[in-house]
Structures are given as structure tokens and as C-alpha cells.
């Protein structure tokens, strides 16, 4: 019963001008963990996204997304509670070509979660590296 509904990950991409792309994407999943009381909960992220290329060689990445992760009744002890998390993500990244559609990219984003369960609360940043097929 948990698991019904559409799943799915999907993100749409339309070049405006040659160095000029805005993006939209959405994911609804189940997804499983290891660090909460439940082995698993449903994901719904929608987000938005641009990318310029100022020069050949160099693009420039911004993504927004902002979502939900519903958890289910736990036990425990008390009464049962529904775990819901709700969180914004920003992100940017340089890419530079190394071929001619393969880059490589520095990403920074920050995340930002809000639950309804005491002390679950929390902000951070990531730093990383991407190899991309489609510089």
C-alpha cells in the first residue's frame, strides 16, 4: 500500500539561445536508507535549472529543487509518527570541455531540511566532481 502511484525521474531541456539552456526536472521515488528507523521512503522533487556557456569550453550550471520525503509510521514505544522531511537544494557548477561533448565539473550545493521530528533538522554543504557526456 505504501508504494502506490507513479515513479519516476525524468528532466526536460530546451536550448533557448546558442549559449543558453533552462531545464525543469522531476523525480518521485522509493528510496531506501540506512540512517532513519524506516528501511525506506518516497521522494517528490521537482526542480528547475539554467546553464550558460560564456566561451566554448566552459559551461556555467545553476539548479534549484525543492522537495518532500514522507517516511511511514513508525512504532516504538509512543504513539505512531509520520516521519515528513521538506527540503530546498541549490546548486552550482563549472564544467570545462576535455573532448568534444565530455566535461569535467566542480559542483557546490547547498541543502536545507526541515522535519517534523525533533532534531532532525539539519543544513549542509557538498562539494564534488562530475564527469558529463553532455558538455
Request: aromatic share 18%; net charge neutral; no cysteine.
Amino acid at each position: 500500500m505504501d508504494y502506490q502511484g507513479p515513479v519516476g525521474d525524468s528532466q526536460v531541456s530546451v536550448r533557448l539561445a546558442k549559449p543558453f539552456v533552462i531545464r525543469g526536472s522531476y523525480v518521485r521515488d522509493v528510496r531506501f536508507s540506512l540512517w532513519y528507523d524506516n528501511p525506506y521512503y518516497l521522494e517528490s522533487r521537482p526542480g528547475l535549472g539554467v546553464s550558460v556557456y560564456p566561451v566554448r569550453f566552459l559551461r556555467l550550471d545553476y539548479d534549484y529543487s525543492q522537495g518532500r520525503n514522507e517516511y511511514p509510521e513508525v512504532g516504538g514505544g509512543g504513539p505512531d509518527v509520520k516521519r515528513l522531511d521538506v527540503y530546498t537544494i541549490h546548486a552550482a557548477a563549472i564544467y570545462f570541455r576535455i573532448k568534444k561533448n565530455v566535461g569535467l565539473g566542480f559542483i557546490a550545493s547547498w541543502w536545507a531540511r526541515n522535519s517534523n521530528l525533533d532534531a532532525e533538522d539539519d543544513k549542509r554543504t557538498f562539494f564534488g566532481l562530475n564527469l558529463t557526456y553532455e558538455f
